[in-house]
């Protein structure tokens, strides 16, 4: 028995580890939050990595097929969240493209996940709040904007320009004027004007100053530089849109470079030398591709392999390569890199075919590199639903060693949104023994496996449980998983507390050791009292009173005390699976059929009362003669056929013969007839089935003298 309680409480522990390990094959425990209950819908992104990442811009892009997002989301991108796994720790995003074009809706969202691993790793998009406070305003160049969320904390670097002047916590900037001296019928010099920043509309403008002569171009110049980037591989990426205000033979120099990496020539420059006939892009030398002007292109520079690697694309709002770069492959990079916008040329060399330009920029951002970028994909939409659970047992009290029923229904509150993948976790606690459920298989090692609850409905599982202990036991069901988020967890939980009490199963026996069927001769009732446990039975008292027709002469008791004339056996304390003995001898004194009933009872309750009490009957023979005679009154006379004996009494005078032998007796089932005599009893009888009988019986030691005939 001691064993079996070991092995149990060493499979349950068995359980917990298994449910709380990660080498366990239980389904990991996946929380129900939904990250507000203003939010109505969310998708969910499963992102699919090849390496494990850290604080990594992941990208998604969601285009007009993901109907129910767009008849959802708040036309300015306002109520846009993201969360990590468990649907409420929000994550920073930043929002690079948003156009609610009906029908041609599309979106590019950034999201910084600060641990992707390899492998999967669900996060979701939560929208549909229409009062909700917008993050991050991105004012668009051409006219309106949207809330794009927050970019400093999603990118290592960031700007969106917005404001009215440029961020100097994040820039340096650089404006020159240029000197120009000439012969034009003696010596000049003039100062040109000087380049200028203009941060306004959303965008940065940086210009080189304008030309002073028609002939010629000549111009200030100016930059912007970021502060260091000491990551070794990153990706840069700007909306930008150069201009050309000369003719073909100006010289037109806009440059997206990355300072801090050589091995590259010059490079990011569109040009447009007056020996070319179109403006150009220069890539370790003029590439001969033509560079598309005053439109909004995207630049996307790439340093990877350790910073050993570098790649330039140019593309147009459709994304579209404007260009194939070759890709260089053995740059060396400094610990700290500068991103530069520029425009005109520090390097003047004298010439008066000196370069200028005008750059605009919408937002520059840095995100982290790897040479396997995660992808994404999207779910469909969910709403949330509320799964309330409860749990109820049958009722008490409850006795140690019985069993309990305990039933828990999962309901899925929500009108429309079906509940899929819904777990609960019910282990029994130490001191209930699993003994059935109803789940059909779906109730294992702790776990309920539900499934899909749709939505309005409920699913009931009975759990019946062995109470193996004494006192409190708590028992828990939690929902632990559901596809869908549920905020409101505060019903996802229910427990019930019940106290079991001790309880002892007695059982009581009794019977005769020695049956006669004869009054004048001694019996004794054999009372046996066993406890069946499981625990102690406290005060056991058997009450045993002697019936009528019994006359007590002596007792034997294994424990404790019988008392004859209440007819109380006090035994006290009885441990579980021990037994204690009475044996009460007495004297039969009647021919009616005798009952003795004995009754055990404990303060310890008893789970099965009816083996408590147990009856014994003896039938004594009748006498076979019995009458009244003037002299001596009522008497009766008994024959022991078997034992060839007799017996004459007279219960008024408290006289009987005892048994005697006899001398002669003649029997059968119709007639009989004997005789005894000795020096004190003198007895002739006879007697027949009809009725008609003689007796005469004489003790001449007592006086008593009796002449009998019956009819
Ligand atoms: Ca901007
Ligand atoms: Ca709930
Ligand atoms: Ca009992």
Redesign the pocket.
Known sequence: MKGKVLFRNLAILIVIFLMFSSAGGIKKIKANDWYDTNWSYRIPVTINSSTALTDYQIKVVIDSSHSDFWNHVQSDAKDVRFTDSDGSTPFSYWIEKWDTTSGSESTTIWIKVPSIPNGTKTIYLYYGNSSATGNGWHTNPDGGGWYAGDGDNTFIFFDDFEGTSLNTDKWDSVTSSYTYTYWWWGWHTVTVDTGFIDVSGGQIHISSGSDIFGFGIIGGWAYIKSNDITDNEFVWETRYKATNRYDTRGINRNRIIVWGVTGVSDYGIFDNRWDHTTLQYYWNGWTGTSATLDSWMKSIESLSSNGSFFSWDVKDESGNSESDFPKSTSVTSSTNKNIVLQCGDSDHTGSINDPVGDLYADYVFVRKHTSNEPTTSLGGEEEPVDLSISKTVSSGPYYHGENVIFEITVTNTSSTQDATNVQVMDILPSGLSYISDDSSGSYDSGIWDIGTINAGESKTLHITAELDTLGNITNTATITSCDQGDPVSSNNSDGVTINVLPSA???LTKTILNPTTYVEEDIAYHIEVTN?GPDIAQDVVVTDVLPSGVDYKSHVASQGTYNSNTGKWDIGTLPNGSTVTLDITVRIEDYNPITNTATVTSDTT???????TSSVTIDVEDPLIKGTVPREGYFEFFVDREGKRWLLRIPDKEYTTGWMPFDRLRATNTFMSGRYADRRFHLLFDWYSSGRCHLIFNDRRAGISIKFAGR
Not at 606 to 612: H, K, L, M, S, V
């Open positions: 199963d007695l059982e069946y008893d789970p099965a009362p009816g083996n408590n």
